[in-house]
């Protein structure tokens, strides 16, 4: 983002909150479902394997728990301390959790630290219930971080990247911006309008660091030849803010959304390591604004989709979908490899397919217009493919002016070709939603087959509060069912933690979830 527009956006954040914004306005078969409402910027989130989610809060430097659609008995997991979120693109950005997980129980995370204008990557170790057999509650010591960069110039408040993904390959990649200095992305030896590949998997346990950059440099890295310690750990590079970014499961390729300057936003497709994205030579497709000294055209790398300034301000760099399968949530089959990303600032959500080698905007049957894939997106601020195959985004904040609390929300598909494959596949259940609700919260399962079913809802003693669904035969496919928070006898159950049992065929599913009065 411009300083002009960071400006705006944090004096916006200051104000008093605003009505929460819709759902998004999809496509034919599509749902949007609020997860989680009433959170204070949330801005970023990864995915344990097992279908946890934890996600960071920009201001508070909160790292919170999903557990089955309910925040976890534990919350915070931690508060990070020394997080600067003064300026309005400052604070606790990403996270991302160790692909070994949970041995070793790691996460990652990205901020701005207070202590001195520097960006961090550190790293904390996770105690609590890491194989999810309770209530799936984590914790976190303080003591237990282990910095692993310290260096990386914070000198503005605003181009501050955030990203952290690990890739198929087992490297941690990290998003850096400019720092507002944009010949900083066509310098090698800094740590700035970068995107840098990491191997932290031989750093030592417990906390500490920073470590030698040569212990965190992979022996493939495109630049291992340059003499500069920093040069060492560029995977990519030329990029004005590389805010969000997406890694191919499969391929290892990556769809970067670079925020432009004064003309054009970008998305980026890399494929191979060592790409210089042109920033600030040019913008987009378009000359930029600034020449830089002993710069080398000869290996820039053009963007795959630009827009101009009438149309958005703030790309946010989307996910790349890998379509699993089976899952409640999965995709139709032609959505695999497909791109979906929005404007941090506009209504829409737009979706890239790849044929050849030319990616171009695919439409939906349904869809707002001919551009567009889905309406009523603004403040989204992350994406992320759930183990599920839904979609899960970040709405940082909410209402007609942005201001209003953060949600957590998630889309599937609800037609036909989401129905898991007869013959052997699991039931599917679902977390509840919304979770904490006040009143209504809904149900999504699936089966494989017609079978026999049944769905009540128990307190946390082993009583059961109501039926939700009587024993009876459902075909094969997805189910939407609903609990309006009345007992048997009609009254209003008290608030507390429920667990909706799903008994399905003789296999029984539960999920926990949050009511609250």
Sequence with gaps: MSRARAAVVAACLLLAAGPARAQLTLPTDFADDLILGGLNQPVGMAFLRDGRLLFVERTTANIRLIVNGAIAAVDPVITVPNVRSTGGEQGLLGITVDPRWPSPAYIYIHYD?????????????????????????????????????????????????????????????????????????????????????????????????????????????????????????????????????????GTGSLVIGDVGESSLEEMDYATVTGRNFQWPIYEGIIPGP?????????????????????????????????????????????YDGDVLFCDFYKQWVRRLKKTGSTWNLAPAPGQPNGTDWAGNAAGISDWLEAPDGSVWYCRMVTGVTMTGPGQLRRLRYTGVSSVPPPGGSPVEFGPPYPSPTDANVAFDYALPVSLSVSLAI?????????????????????HHEGWDGFDEQGRRAAAG????????????????????R
């Design 113 to 249: 630290y207070s202590g001195s204008a520097n960006i961090r990557l550190s790293r904390y170790t996770v105690a609590g219930d890491l194989n999810f057999t309770g209530n799936g509650s984590l914790t976190i010591d303080p003591l237990t971080r282990y910095d692993i960069l310290t260096d990386i110039p914070d000198n503005a408040s605003n181009h501050n990247g955030g990203t952290l993904r690990f890739g198929p390959d087992g490297m941690l990649y990290q998003s850096l911006g400019d720092d507002a200095t944009s010949c900083q992305a066509q310098n090698l030896t800094i740590l700035a309008g970068k995107i840098l590949r990491l191997d932290v998997s031989g750093l030592p346990a417990g906390g500490g660091g920073p470590p030698a950059k040569s212990l965190i440099m992979p022996a493939n890295n495109p630049y291992v030849a340059n003499p500069s310690a920093n040069a060492k750990l560029v995977g990519y590079w030329g990029l004005r803010n590389p805010f969000r970014f997406a890694i191919d499961p």
């Design 290 to 334: 600034t020449t830089c000294a002993g710069v080398d055209s000869t290996n820039f790398t053009g963007p795959i989709y630009t827009y101009d300034h009438s149309q958005g301000q703030a790309v946010i760099g989307g996910v790349l979908y890998r379509r699993p399968s089976t899952g409640i949530g999965r995709f139709p089959p032609e």
């Design 458 to 478: 128990y307190d946390l003693g082993g009583r059961r509060v109501r039926v939700v669904v009587p024993s009876q035969m459902q075909s094969a496919g997805p």
């Design 497 to 516: 933690i429920y667990v909706a049992r799903l008994t399905a065929g003789g296999e029984e599913r539960e999920r926990r979830f949050s009511l609250v």
